[in-house]
Every structure is written in structure tokens, then in C-alpha cells.
């Protein structure tokens, strides 16, 4: 397999989808079947194609999509992580509000409204780990998913027959030349 050929149509699909992903309203999209993630895969095989004078196949083309998604994931937690912490303090005030609603609550433990206020009121701790865990699971389910679009855009981009090579014939020097033409000074 030819991984550099197939190098630059995975990160630059990867780095898209992992954007996109990141982005907290448009990341949304991925709720609707991973659309993302499978248009990442599906760019990526297009790419590749486009590139290649080889015909693809299904097995390169899902491939191509394990590559990009986990280059995808890996930019996609990356992104993930300075707007979890810029974003963060806008829900400084929902502590309060729970320690509010725990108040209205008559049946609950002392012990079990500290719990919830610890987990609340302290976003960075919780939230390292949570970026780090979701970041697991989107190598896999990106991974997964994007092999998945990688195939896809194989069957809808790739016209030519497997086996087909359509680079050009490698250069040959003309042979059986007539000698050339004798001069006048010769």
C-alpha cells in the first residue's frame, strides 16, 4: 500500500472533519449519522482517486478512511480542548444553580449535595478527564465510521476497472534511426 499517496488526501480531510467537529454548533451535524465523519471519509477517497493514476479499490478506500479518522479525531480533541476551556466560563453560574435546586430538594444527603457541588463547581478537573475519555472514543467511532465513508466514496468516485494503470508509458529513445545526414564540412 502506498501510504504517502495516500498521506495528503487523509490529513487534509482529516484536519477538515476534525474542525468542523470541533466547532460547537456546527459539530452538531455529526448528531445526523456522523455526517462529518463519513463526508470525511468520502473526500478523502476522492482525493486519493483524483490523485492516482492506479485504480482504487474498496480495501485502499477504506484504508484511506481509518487515516483520516484518526487524523480527524486527534484535531478534533486538540480544538476540543481550548474551547472546552474558553467556553467554560460561561457556565460559571450553573454551580449556584444547582446548589439552589439541591436546596429544594428535601431528601437529599449531605453527603451526596457535596458530591454534586465538587463535580459542578470544579470544570477543569472534570473536564480534563472528560476531553481525554471522549477523545478515546472518537479515535475509535472516527476511525470506524471513516472506513466506512472511505468505501463509499471508492464505489462513487471510482470509474475505472481494478488492475487499471492509466500513468504514462515510461519514456523509450526512438530506435532503428537512419544515420543522421552527412554535412557539408564532413
Not at 470525511?40 to 483524483?50: E, K, N, S, T
Not at 485504480?55 to 486527534?74: E, H, K, M, N, P
Not at 458530591?115 to 472518537?138: C, Q
Request: hydrophobic fraction near 50%.
Amino acid at each position: 500500500m502506498n501510504w504517502e499517496a495516500m498521506l495528503k488526501p487523509a490529513l487534509i480531510a482529516g484536519v477538515l472533519v476534525g474542525v468542523l467537529s470541533a466547532l460547537p454548533l456546527v459539530g452538531a451535524l455529526n448528531c445526523f449519522c456522523c455526517a462529518w465523519v463519513i463526508g470525511g471519509g468520502v473526500l478523502a477517497a476522492y482525493l486519493h482517486i483524483q490523485a492516482t493514476p492506479v485504480a482504487v479499490t474498496l480495501g485502499r478506500g477504506a484504508a484511506l478512511g481509518l487515516a483520516t479518522g484518526v487524523v480527524a479525531a486527534a484535531v478534533d480533541t486538540l480544538f476540543s480542548i481550548p474551547l472546552h476551556f474558553a467556553l467554560a466560563g460561561m457556565g460559571s453560574g450553573i454551580a449556584e444553580q444547582m446548589d439552589e435546586l439541591l436546596r429544594q430538594i428535601p431528601d437529599v444527603s449531605p453527603e451526596v449535595r457535596e458530591a454534586l457541588h465538587s463535580v459542578f463547581s470544579d470544570n477543569r478537573g472534570m473536564g480534563v478527564i472528560f476531553l481525554v475519555l471522549t477523545g478515546f472514543f472518537k479515535l475509535i467511532i472516527y476511525s470506524v465510521v471513516c472506513m466506512l465513508g472511505g468505501a463509499v466514496g471508492v464505489a462513487l468516485f471510482e470509474k475505472r476497472p481494478p488492475g487499471t494503470d492509466i500513468s504514462p508509458p515510461p519514456y523509450r529513445p526512438p530506435q532503428d534511426l537512419p544515420p543522421p545526414p552527412e554535412g557539408p564540412g564532413a
